[in-house]
């Protein structure tokens, strides 16, 4: 039972990452459509910039600690069996993260070279 729960735990806190993710692109959205705008609200730009960062680095410091369990599990457990699914599966995990956080960097960069104009 103890196992559901931490499996639970985990795929909850998935849960709100993703969530976290929807947050911060709509903070990034937030920030390009104000931008579009004839005259921007600057204190709104830099609430809404701040709140994108602000994500961002939640999503990240989220994803980093998920990895880390992932490992950390992955490598802990005692062999029963072939492992290439469950390497695979981690692999894979990795690279959309990877690719995730590629695309909130190229996000925030186009955030900041539209906050500097």
Do not use: W
Request: hydrophobic share 35%.
């Amino acid at each position: 039972m103890a196992t559901y729960s931490v499996a639970n735990e985990r795929l909850r806190v998935l849960e709100e990452l993703e969530r976290e993710i929807g947050a911060s692109l709509q903070s990034a959205g937030n920030v390009i459509l104000e931008l579009s705008k004839e005259k921007p609200n600057e204190r709104l730009l830099e609430r809404q910039a701040a709140q994108f960062s602000a994500s961002v680095q939640k999503v990240e410091s989220e994803l980093s600690g998920q990895i880390r369990y992932l490992t950390q599990v992955a490598t802990g457990q005692p062999h029963e069996g072939s492992s290439y699914s469950a390497r695979k599966g981690c692999q894979m995990a990795l690279n959309r993260v990877d690719y995730a956080r590629a695309k909130l960097g190229e996000l925030a960069r186009t955030c900041e070279h539209m906050l500097e104009q």
